[in-house]
């Protein structure tokens, strides 16, 4: 299956092929999704990139299907293929698809999306126009002959398009294809005890940082795939295709001795179909083809399975700093009347051990075997940064310089347990990665990867660093330590013409977790605006450190550690602000008020209690989070309060809500009382983040206290905007006009209105990517917004 984002794909149909007709299933995600929204935490871009791709993963785990990517980036909506082919290359990502069709050899590719603006986004047209260039692209050896020496060329069957209706018409158009397969997703699949659709509704629900929650949908659900290249079908998917082992030369045999033994399987002893899957293994290690290798590897599994084997590999700590060492408890367990010896363990990945000893004497039974090996990380292995983050990107691409990590969903673990067995006097092979094992009281027993990390982290606050006049700033680093007695030099660097003090700083830190915050003084160039890079470094024991270090921590995924090199913009723009205090009603997460006290304001978090007690009077400006309607009750019960806060000479900003979020406690389609008047949010955006912005009025708003020019409108990152008003009330006054290419103009973009002695404002402009991003005539325009209720 091929689409753009992580939520495109058909969880039921993946389901139904990997669980229900048990043929291996993937999807392959053009993007991670990185530019998306966070529903659940402040991550954005990279980070939000790693955790869809780890609930990706999750989902993976309950549908039964695969998980790949490209190395193309969500760059956030766009309308259109051309725009998204201009940012990714077509023949970069074509590549990618290419050659993960051919490393994966699917007999049938199935299409989300249709490549016509039908499909919307601009990025899922192209995940169809690539889908089905790729279909004929793979089987031809003289397209990216350079993948050969790994791939051969690789033809499908036939190419089918998923179909789905966003619109009645479009159902009605979709439903006249001629000769289209029907598969039931309701289908009750009474081994799994639920119906595919069920399963997709779990599944689903793994995307939690995109608010996905979804039911597990019971009875007949319908759906459909229609053709679009290759042989065509009439009844199923998989028509004329063998699907078994005949289509293998010498296979026919393993399928006849595989159908016996799950014909004979005992329940009650599954240690029974373990001659039978030996004799199996034996045949298939004489058949030579990419379809049979991970068979053999599921064959282990299953006779180990039926072994009553377990077998486990975990460190014992979660981190190693390169030139470090890990200890290795191999646990070998034989539940099963049958047999089992345990020949070697050895370790494979960024370093080798084996044991030395060779214990083929059977497993005691229901007694755990242990081996325990030391194994010595290289002093050059490469901190455990995500493989597509570890060099600059490339525009819209990730750069990586491995072919043979390309389509990869994640980092190959770092050290691999290869468990040696004998099984009834044969030869299996069982392979499994080593983890860290962990006890957290509120949840059990949990695992987490195996992590290279440096023997510090050196980290900078996330954001900007904004110079809104002449005077120096202090910028703080914090060095946190991953080892015992770390001690070293830190340097900050800073581009020509801007100056620091001093020239470096010492650290010494005794115990693991120990953290010290360092300062320099920056100045930035005198009287004019300038912007660069601060990067910083650290020496430790002669080796040098330029990374921070991040950790994402949420229950449906595994721990991510990213290392972010510890670098960050620095802007010098002469930005004014009238307003000193400044409330923040955070909503889904945003890194707003950080970038709102580089500007010298004292900027105060509000929780449930401060809205419904605490005297509002005190603020210049309160300031409602990203999609704070839609995610805080308690905002919605004080808006009273709030508005009375406005009537009485205060200043308030709401910034973007959605409409298909759900909107707490009131119907999304009448969100009147966001403001002191109607207002009707739309689905608008405006996605091309050069489209011109036309200034509506000579309110004041734009003079004080800074002076607002289409200057301010440059080097704004993603988008304009997102969730526009479409309709309000008279009394705004709207303050610019922008639209996308070819589209009609869009006044709802942002709202003016006195409300008694104050101000409201609603504002769709994505503040919440371009204030962190450092842009300068944003922050002058929001400040402008915070100063309102100053200036008049
Ligand atoms: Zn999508």
Redesign the pocket.
């Known amino acids: 299956m091929i ?6 794909e058909n969880t039921a149909l993946l389901a139904y092929f990997a669980r229900g007709r048990k043929v291996r299933t993937g999807y392959l995600s053009l993007t991670r ?1 990185e530019g998306g929204q966070n529903l659940i935490g402040p991550e954005q871009g990279d980070a939000l990139g790693v955790i869809r791709t780890q609930e990706l993963l999750a989902a993976r785990k309950i549908d039964g299907a695969e998980q790949f990517f490209t190395r193309a980036i969500d760059f956030g909506f766009t309308k259109t293929a051309q725009e998204t082919f201009e940012k990714w290359g077509h023949d970069k990502i074509l590549s990618d698809v290419v050659w993960v069709i051919r490393r994966f050899q699917p007999d049938v590719i199935v299409l989300r999306f249709t490549g016509t603006p039908r499909d919307g ?1 601009g ?2 047209q192209v995940s169809a126009l690539l889908g089905k260039e790729a279909f004929s692209a793979a089987a031809d050896p003289k397209q990216f002959p350079e993948q050969l020496q790994w791939v051969q060329p690789w033809q499908a069957k036939r190419i089918f398009w998923n179909t789905f209706a966003f619109t009645r018409q479009q159902e009605e158009e979709a439903a006249k294809i001629p000769n289209q397969i029907a598969i039931d997703l309701g289908t009750y699949d009474p081994v799994l005890g639920h119906s595919y659709a069920e399963i997709a509704g779990m599944s689903r629900s793994m995307h939690r940082s995109q608010g996905m929650g979804a039911p597990e949908r019971r009875g007949s659900s319908k759906n459909y795939l229609a053709l679009v290249a290759g042989e065509p079908a009439t009844k199923d998917a998989f028509e004329n295709i063998d699907t078994t082992w005949n289509r293998i030369p010498g296979g026919a045999s393993v399928g006849k001795i595989l159908a016996q033994a799950a014909h004979d399987f005992d329940i009650e002893h599954p240690e029974k179909s373990v001659p039978a899957l030996l004799k199996a293994k034996k045949d298939m290690a004489g058949l030579h083809q990419p379809v049979v290798e991970p068979k053999q590897r599921d064959l282990d599994e299953a006779i180990a399975l039926c072994s009553g084997l377990w077998l486990d590999a975990v460190a014992d700590k979660y981190a190693v700093t390169p030139g470090g060492s890990l200890k290795i408890s191999a646990t070998a367990l034989d539940r099963s009347p049958l047999a089992v010896g345990v020949e070697s363990v050895d370790i494979d990945g960024a370093a080798k051990a084996s044991t030395d000893l060779k214990h083929d004497s059977p497993l005691a039974f229901n007694e755990p075997h242990v081996s325990t090996l030391t194994v010595s990380i290289p002093a050059n292995e490469p901190y455990s940064q995500p493989y597509w983050l570890r060099e600059p990107k490339q525009g819209e691409t990730y750069t990586v310089p491995d072919q043979l990590d390309i389509g990869l969903a994640e980092n190959p673990p770092l050290l691999n347990a290869h468990f040696h067995l004998v099984v009834a006097g044969e030869k299996v092979e069982v392979i499994r990665h080593v983890a860290y094992r962990y006890i957290e009281r509120s949840q059990g027993e949990l695992t987490r990867p195996v992590i290279v990390e440096p023997e510090i982290a050196l980290r900078l606050a996330e954001g900007a660093r904004i110079f809104p006049n002449a005077a120096a700033r202090s910028i703080d680093l914090q060095v946190e330590a991953n080892v015992a007695e770390a001690a070293g030099l830190v340097q900050i660097h800073v581009p020509d013409a801007w100056s620091k003090e001093p020239q470096s700083r010492d650290f010494k830190l005794s115990g693991v977790g120990q953290q010290s915050e360092l300062s320099f003084q920056v100045s930035p160039p005198a009287a004019h605006d300038s912007q660069g890079e601060l990067t910083a470094s650290a020496t430790v024991g002669g080796r040098n450190i330029a990374v921070g270090m991040q950790v994402i921590h949420y229950p449906h995924i595994p721990i991510q550690v990213l290392f972010p090199p510890s670098q960050t913009k620095l802007v010098r723009s002469d930005i004014g602000l009238s307003a000193k205090t400044i409330g923040y009603i955070m909503g889904a997460g945003d890194e707003v008020p950080e970038a709102l006290r580089q500007l010298g304001a004292d900027v105060v978090v509000l929780n449930a209690d401060d809205l419904a007690r605490c005297d509002l009077r005190r603020f210049d400006a309160v300031v409602t989070g990203v999609r704070a309607y839609n995610t805080r009750p308690d905002l919605r019960a004080n808006q009273a309060r709030l508005l009375e806060y406005v009537k009485n000479g205060g200043t308030m900003i709401v910034q973007y809500n959605v409409l298909d979020g759900g909107f707490v406690g009131g119907d999304p389609a009448s969100v009147a009382s966001i403001g002191p008047y109607p207002i009707k949010i739309g689905r608008d955006r405006v996605t091309v983040e050069e489209a011109p912005v036309e200034m509506l009025t000579t309110n004041a708003l734009l003079e004080k206290p800074n002076k607002i020019t289409s200057k301010d409108f440059e080097g704004w990152v993603q988008e304009r905007g997102l969730y526009f008003a479409s309709e309000w009330d008279s009394h705004y006054q709207p303050l610019f006009e922008t639209h996308d290419p070819g589209d009609k103009p869009l006044r709802g973009g942002t709202l003016y209105t006195k409300y008694g002695k104050g101000v409201y404002i609603f504002t769709a402009f994505s503040w919440f990517r371009e204030l962190p991003s450092g842009v300068p005539g944003a922050y002058r325009i929001f400040a402008n917004f915070l100063s309102a209720g100053k200036t008049e």
């Open positions: 689409a753009a984002h992580p939520d495109d999704g986004h990025q899922h």
